[in-house]
């Protein structure tokens, strides 16, 4: 039987991370859910077979690097990636710092799992 699809799913909390990743494992794929707070991720690890939880920050390209290769090295290659972890500020647009609107994380996220 191969090997099932592998899908890293970052910013799992309760709300759209969770309701992704029961997606994904209802599919038939292996979850790897991502977030910086583990009690999210490890309650949907045990709920949920051949979903795996990982502790990490994606603002962090170390993270990053260190969570690709953790799953590549445990796994396989992943063949999905569903970037769901944000960032945000409050107020007027104009008046929001530009490193706030940083789509880097996105960036990191995408060339190490090309890569």
Known sequence: MPDKPIVIVTGVGPGTGSAIVRRFAAEGFRVIA?????DPIRALEQELPDTHAMISDVSSERQVADAVADVRNRYNSPKLLIHNAVGGGWGPFLEIEPQMLRLSPNFRWSRQCVT
């Open 34 to 38: 991502l977030a910086r707070s583990p």
